[in-house]
């Protein structure tokens, strides 16, 4: 696969940037490049290779999943112009 100039221009277009006639000719051969590389990478046999999220296997410590209210809800609702039992008093809105 290969990209031409009218290609660049085509994609500078839809991306809605100005790449100008030199420009251009850059880009050209930089995507080639670029799909060349892909395309190498598409050559290598990843048959029983599992999917990574990182190349160091981790596992992220998990903490306990404990619903609490913070221990500060004085504070979380000092500023509020109204506050009724530890929450936000709003105006009633619907009927």
């Known amino acids: 696969m290969s990209v031409d100039k009218n290609t660049v221009a085509k994609i500078a277009r839809l991306a809605r940037i100005r790449v100008d006639e030199?420009?251009?000719e850059e880009?050209?051969?930089e995507l080639n490049q670029i799909l060349g590389?892909?395309?190498?990478?598409s050559e290598?046999?990843?048959?029983?290779?599992?999917?990574?999220t990182s190349v160091v296997e981790m596992t992220q410590p998990l903490r306990e999943d404990v619903?609490?209210?913070?221990y500060y809800v004085d504070r979380v609702t000092?500023?509020?112009?109204?506050?009724a039992h530890g929450f936000f008093a709003v105006p009633k809105v619907v009927e």
Not at 37 to 41: A, R
Not at 78 to 83: D, F, H, Y
Request: aromatic share 4%; net charge negative.
């Open 78 to 83: 000092k500023n509020a112009p109204e506050s």
């Open 22 to 24: 030199k420009q251009q």
């Open 44 to 52: 290598l046999d990843t048959e029983g290779v599992e999917p990574m």
């Open 27 to 29: 880009l050209t051969g």
């Open 67 to 70: 619903v609490n209210d913070g």
């Open 37 to 41: 590389w892909i395309e190498q990478l």
